[in-house]
């Protein structure tokens, strides 16, 4: 038992301590009674005020409240308070929320009256806090209009103005956050910054493919797959490089079309470059009959392409047998030339041309996919005798690319939209 009530009294500090803020607000001890219970709600909520039209009567513990009031939070504030007092058994709530339009526009004028001369008072602060926002911008614009440093950090001019552009938002930033602060609003930023995430994400999903054309572009202008009056494939369109924008690539096509080319489609498809090595290749296939030396018949063809003018000495032209068909045997020839000099089209028909020469004067049949008909009940006259070709060399200089890389130069002055390639650039 001793052992029990000294644990009671070494308990009871730590239980006085522990015990709820919501304690019962306590009445006179010395009048417990209803009267009492009516007196302190009373003087409690005329001292909070805007409770004028509210009535408070108790009987046997029992509160009940009737009159106006302003708002349904008031009504639930009252029910709180009258349940705290000591005494106070249960508490019935009959106030209703006033119509009276005089006692509900009074608060919110006062409201707004407070608010008004709190925006007086603190003008001079907001005066000071827009001034700094201000001073910060303009070092911030100031900065990003500073066209060497960024021209010297990009690798083009479309990336200075992407600095430039995050510059000025970071100053921008900056300057609210610091005149916010001024302020003792920095919530409020936290606030504006949130709402501008979720519309970014939203629009990012809107605008997903021009977003991805726009960080294509700036990987394409640092990477620099191509130049200007670059002859490439991309995803199967062969044309001219005019030009490289911000949201498409647009070629030349043989035929003198435009092609543009999303740059999305661009980064992830394959380039083919056919302008980023001088020499190229042609090549093209001939026919020689079943019966001839296929041997010295390719020892000539091969003479006669690597002899041509225009044709490197390395890497060396070459001949091999491809197939054997019913009307004779393919070969595939081989020749390089330096496509600066030289135009393939011309080179590969100039080829052609000797080539066709060279097996004729040798005696060599070149076969035709032909079935012959013999006509027998009239006498027809052979053909006439063709004439010879002449043995010269056409010109194969690139006269068509000439013209071809004018149409392009004229383009590319034409249009107003800024380019991303630069002709002497590094490719990749």
Not at 78 to 107: H, K
Not at 154 to 182: C, E, K, S, T, Y
Not at 201 to 215: Q, S, Y
Not at 264 to 269: C, D, G, P
Request: charged fraction near 20%; hydrophobic fraction near 50%.
């Amino acid at each position: 038992m001793r052992a029990f009530i000294l644990i009671i009294v070494l308990l009871w500090p730590v239980a006085a301590v522990a015990q709820d803020n919501t304690a019962p607000i306590a009445t006179d001890t010395s009048a417990r009674d209803d009267t009492a219970i009516r007196s302190r709600i009373g003087d409690i909520i005329a001292v909070l005020g805007g409770y004028e039209s509210v009535d408070v009567a108790v009987q046997e513990g029992v509160v009940t409240l009737t009159g106006e009031v302003l708002t349904p939070q008031d009504q639930t504030a009252l029910t709180e308070l009258a349940q705290r007092i000591e005494g106070v058994i249960a508490v019935r709530n009959n106030t209703f929320e006033t119509t009276d339009l005089d006692a509900r526009l009074t608060p919110a004028l006062e409201r707004f009256r407070t608010r008004a001369l709190q925006l007086v008072s603190s003008l001079p602060l907001l005066g000071i806090a827009l001034v700094v926002f201000v001073v910060i911008l303009w070092v911030g614009l100031a900065l990003a209009r500073w066209q060497r440093p960024w021209k010297r950090l990009a690798p083009n001019a479309f990336i200075a103005q992407i600095m430039q552009q995050i510059i000025r938002l970071a100053f921008v930033v900056l300057g609210l956050v610091v005149a916010l602060d001024i302020l003792g609003a920095t919530a409020l930023l936290g606030t504006i910054l949130g709402a501008a995430g979720i519309i970014g994400l939203a629009l990012g999903f809107a605008v997903k493919d021009t977003v991805e054309n726009f960080i294509a572009s700036i990987m394409l202008s640092i990477r620099q797959p191509f130049a200007p009056n670059d002859v490439v494939e991309i995803n199967g369109d062969i044309g001219t490089v005019i030009r490289l924008t911000s949201r498409a690539t647009i070629l030349l096509s043989p035929d003198g079309n435009h092609i543009r080319i999303p740059n999305a489609t661009v980064f992830s498809s394959r380039v083919v470059n056919y302008t980023q090595n001088a020499e190229r290749r042609f090549l093209f296939p001939i026919s020689v009959s079943r019966d001839c030396d296929l041997a010295a018949a390719r020892n000539l063809i091969e003479r006669t392409v690597q002899d041509l003018p225009f044709v490197l000495d390395q890497p060396r032209a070459a001949v091999w047998i491809e197939t054997l068909e019913a009307g004779g045997v393919v070969m595939q020839v081989a020749g390089w030339i330096d496509q600066r000099q030289s135009s393939l089209p011309l080179a590969q028909g100039e080829a052609i041309r000797h080539v066709k020469r060279a097996l004729e004067e040798d005696g060599f049949e070149i076969p035709d996919n032909v079935q012959p008909i013999a006509l027998t009940r009239a006498t027809i006259d052979p053909p006439a005798p063709t004439s010879k070709e002449s043995a010269g060399i056409a010109e194969v200089s690139p006269g068509q690319e000439e013209a071809v890389s004018d149409m392009i130069k004229a383009e590319r002055n034409r249009e107003d939209t800024p380019d991303l390639l630069r002709a002497d650039g590094q490719k990749e």
